[in-house]
């Protein structure tokens, strides 16, 4: 029962992480195009727009994006079950002894 029980808790945990990424994908996507929008309607020129620190914002974005990205998929691939596993068992072995 409680090996459910804690299958549960990390299915959920899991679950709260993959939402989270998807709220801050939805974050991303309206409000970068909303700055790229203003940024667009308030320059003088096309050239003006393409500018560097017009884009900073969305670099940096796209940059903590993939990170959170990272974090939520391709981490757990490495640190996954089997290993938090493996690990719990090898500390409750250590103090046991």
Same mark, same amino acid.
């Given at each position: 029962m409680e090996n459910q029980s804690l299958k549960y808790q990390l299915a959920r945990e899991k679950v709260n992480r993959i939402k989270y990424l998807?709220? $801050?994908i939805l974050a991303y996507v309206i409000i @970068? /195009?909303? /700055?790229l929008i203003m940024r667009y309607v308030q320059? @003088?020129?096309w050239? @003006?727009?393409l500018s560097l620190d017009h884009f900073m914002t969305l670099f940096i974005?796209? /940059?903590v994006l993939s990170i $959170? /990205?990272?974090c939520v998929f391709a981490l757990p691939l490495i640190f996954g079950e089997k290993w938090e596993e493996k690990k719990i068992q090898k500390i409750l072995n250590k103090e046991n002894h």
């Open positions: 998807y709220f $801050h @970068d /195009l909303g /700055l320059s @003088d020129s050239e @003006d727009f974005w796209t /940059l $959170h /990205l990272i």
